[in-house]
């Protein structure tokens, strides 16, 4: 399974930017998906996650400016990011709990990483 984020690059405080996630590999089913970002001397946080059936969850700081949606078919997520700020500035990664034609377990699997920096 391999997870590729894009998206990502500069933009003024204020601006928007979509990231993307897609899923590929011989995957039989996906639980949760999210996004979770890391700045350099930080632990990894997590930033909004998504439930198979919908249900969503966010960090305090991004609630009413961020959306995390997915496209089960596409084995995709997305984070909608507005209103940005200088403080959002991280390397974003995305993840996603998968289950295989060979391991019908769910395992947790990463994606590359993408980086968002918001500056004038």
């Known amino acids: 399974v391999q997870l590729q984020a894009s998206g990502g690059g500069l933009v003024q405080p204020g601006g928007s930017l979509r990231l993307s996630c897609v899923a590929s590999g011989s995957i039989f089913s996906i639980n949760a998906m999210g996004w979770y970002r890391q700045v350099p001397g930080k632990q990894r946080e997590l930033v909004a996650r998504i439930i198979s059936v919908g249900t969503t969850n966010y960090v305090d700081s991004v609630k009413g400016r961020f959306t995390i949606s997915r496209d089960n078919a596409k084995n995709t997520v997305y984070l909608q990011m507005n209103s940005l700020k200088p403080e959002d500035t991280a390397v974003y990664y995305c993840?996603?709990?998968?289950?295989?034609?060979?391991?019908?377990?769910?395992?947790?699997?990463w994606g590359q990483g993408t980086l968002v920096t918001v500056s004038s």
């Open positions: 993840n996603a709990d998968v289950s295989t034609y060979s391991n019908f377990a769910y395992k947790s699997y």
